[in-house]
């Protein structure tokens, strides 16, 4: 089965930090060449947050740089994303996608963060 499934979202308060997880199923991890996080906050615009390539190579928007990291771990076929430092705008729905060629691209359910001031 093809899928991305995200977990680690909450309600935080600014200062605080969270650690989204995606887990891959193997037929994705094996074969993706970037993966990573986009957020939508309310009337806004899907925007990427950061991505990781296969080679490990790894881009960060401008507003969350310093801020959140993204990694993976090839054993348990999952990328995280730890975010720290939140700000209120940081509030959104965290989604993981992947990219494995052939422009296909796999899309996680989403997870909410909440980041109250």
């Known amino acids: 089965q093809v899928q991305l499934v995200e977990s680690g979202g909450g309600l935080v308060q600014a200062g605080g930090s969270l650690r989204l997880s995606c887990a891959a199923s193997?037929?994705?991890?094996?074969?993706?060449?970037?993966m990573g996080w986009y957020r939508q906050a309310p009337g806004k615009q899907r925007e990427l947050v950061a991505t990781?390539?296969?080679?490990?190579?790894?881009n960060y928007a401008n507003s969350v740089k310093g801020r959140f990291t993204i990694s993976r771990d090839n054993t348990n076929n999952t990328v995280y994303l730890q975010m720290n430092s939140l700000k209120p705008e940081d509030t959104a729905v965290y989604y993981c996608?992947?990219?494995?060629?052939?422009?296909?691209?796999?899309w996680g359910q989403g997870t909410q963060v909440t980041v109250s001031s």
């Open positions: 996608n992947a990219d494995v060629g052939s422009n296909i691209r796999y």
């Open positions: 193997r037929s994705i991890f094996s074969s993706f060449n970037i």
């Open positions: 990781v390539s296969r080679g490990g190579n790894t």
